[in-house]
Structure formats: C-alpha cells, structure tokens
Nanobody
Framework: QVQVVQSGGGLVQSGGSLRLSCAAS????????MGWYRQAPGKQRELVAT???????NYAASVKGRFTISRDNAKNTLYLQMNNLAPEDTAVYYC?????????WGQGTQVTVSS
C-alpha cells in the first residue's frame, strides 16, 4: 500500500505563486510515473502536468510556461510550482503516482486565486 500525502495550496492573489508538494511512500518512487490533476467546481477533473518514469514532462496548454512539475527522489516528493496564477486556476489539486501497476491519489488540496 502506498501512502500519498499532499501539502501546500491556499489562497493567493492573481499573479502570485504557490508550490504544491506530494510525498509518496512508494519504494520505486524514482521510476514511477506521476502527475498533477485539478478539479474546479462543477467541472471534471483535468490533467495539469505529468512526469513519466524517465522524467519526461507534459503540461496542459493552459498552464504551460507558468507551472513546473518536478520531483526530489531523495525525499520521495513530487512538486508543482505554480507561477503567475489566475482565477481560472482555482480548483482542488490532486497528485497521483503509479506503483506496481496501481494508481494512487493524494487527498487533494485547495488552491484559490483571487482577482
């Protein structure tokens, strides 16, 4: 069983920055595909950014150039650096990790951007 615990998030003004963290207990963390997703009220969960087992990254068009996904294998932690935030970025953000063929999700963290 993999434990996935998120931290970070909160309230920020438009144009501000936040960093989300996602700590996972997976023993194969360094080679596990991981990602960030978000769900705004009344909308479906959508992809924000992913990182493959080889470290390749992929971003939604709406966040490209503003958000950066990264990981620290020594800390078993995935990050999402969010810059130049806009009100439309307001959502609950979730991280996930694939380990031994199973998908594990974090508990979600609220990000609210005020105009």
């Amino acid at each position: 069983q993999v434990q996935v615990v998120q931290s970070g998030g909160g309230l920020v003004q438009s144009g501000g920055s936040l960093r989300l963290s996602c700590a996972a207990s997976a023993s194969t963390f360094s080679i596990s595909p991981m990602g960030w997703y978000r769900q705004a009220p009344g909308k479906q969960r959508e992809l924000v950014a992913t990182m493959s087992s080889g470290g390749n990254t992929n971003y939604a068009a709406s966040v490209k150039g503003r958000f950066t996904i990264s990981r620290d294998n020594a800390k078993n932690t995935l990050y999402l650096q969010m810059n130049n935030l806009a009100p439309e970025d307001t959502a609950v953000y979730y991280c996930n990790i694939v380990n031994a063929g199973r998908l594990y999700w974090g508990q979600g963290t609220q990000v609210t951007v005020s105009s």
